[in-house]
T-cell receptor, first 113, second 112 residues
């Protein structure tokens, strides 16, 4: 079975803090993705990566950065957290092929106070 | 960018009923997936179905790519089927790496 894990289920941070969200997959997938989910807005793509040290912006990259130093690990970084970044963050991974079904982690519910 | 519309937005059914959820998309796609989001927020993969028909137990899905829609059928509904069902399509021209664009989902409630 595909396993995508995220470092925390719930996280509470203060405005201005630097926040790291970690995602690890065990299927040797090339692609990894970060999405956020908000009521009324659905799931939106923040960033994705198709290889180590490679990254591509999604639809809403502002206020975020990412890091991929190893194939199995993809980090989302909030350089200076703000209250409008309170959200559910979901990580996903897939193969870099024409058959690229995405598999999701359990999500991290981040609250910024 | 590509638009994904799901209908109905909300659906309340009695246990044992059948249902059909629809997903319309605005352009050709290389990847279409159906997910069920459980009450804890986990997205569970139901189908990877850019075209054709697939079945898995009480669930089946059909995508008619030329007409840009997909249908998810749930038969003999159970209370555990409750939750939000998402359709998501892959943006871009395919070839290996791109994010998914999600519809707003169908919130399904199965009453005992």
């Amino acid at each position: 079975d595909v396993k995508v894990t995220q470092s925390s289920r719930y996280l509470v941070k203060r405005t201005g803090e630097k926040v790291f969200l970690e995602c690890v997959q065990d299927m040797d997938h090339e692609n990894m993705f970060w999405y956020r989910q908000d009521p009324g807005l659905g799931l939106r793509l923040i960033y994705f990566s198709y290889d180590v040290k490679m990254k591509e912006k999604g639809d809403i990259p502002e206020g975020y950065s990412v890091s991929r130093e190893k194939k199995e690990r993809f980090s989302l970084i909030l350089e200076s957290a703000s209250t409008n970044q309170t959200s559910m963050y979901l990580c996903a991974s897939s193969f870099w092929t024409s058959y690229n079904e995405q598999f999701f982690g359990p999500g991290t519910r981040l609250t910024v106070l | 960018g590509i638009q994904v519309e799901q209908s109905p937005p909300d659906l309340i059914l009695q246990e044992g009923a059948n249902s059909t959820l629809r997903c319309n998309f605005s352009d050709s796609v290389n990847n279409l997936q159906w997910f069920h989001q459980n009450p804890w927020g986990q997205l569970i993969n139901l189908f990877y179905i850019p075209s054709g028909t697939k079945q898995n137990g009480r669930l089946s899905a059909t995508t008619v790519a030329t007409e840009r829609y997909s249908l998810l059928y749930i038969s003999s509904s159970q209370t555990t089927d409750s939750g939000v069902y998402f359709c998501a399509v892959e943006r871009g021209s395919g070839g290996g790496a791109d994010g998914l664009t999600f519809g707003k989902g169908t919130h399904l409630i199965i009453q005992p």
